[in-house]
């Protein structure tokens, strides 16, 4: 979940925002989750859509780099030993 994160250009669009956002994975399961106020203090919009484009980016659209990718290989190898 951390490398989705990392590759979310819409993700980031929520800072600032008052909008909380974490991922976590279990052994079945991955979960992203998103607390956001009802309208975006920065624009008066309703927050719902831009929260949605985000999860949808999140979950099906992420930028998967190389270098993340192997960033979070060596932290689960090291979280091993």
Sequence with gaps: EHVTFLGSRKR??????GT???AYTDFHHTVFHVHAPNMN????RPMLPQVLNALREIAFEPDL????????????LAEMQ
Excluded at 41 to 44: A, D, H, I, K, V
């Design 41 to 44: 203090s920065t624009n008066g």
């Design 12 to 17: 980031e669009s929520l800072l600032g925002t």
């Design 65 to 76: 780099l190389p270098s993340r990718l192997e960033k979070e290989r060596r932290a689960v």
């Design 20 to 22: 909380r956002s974490n």
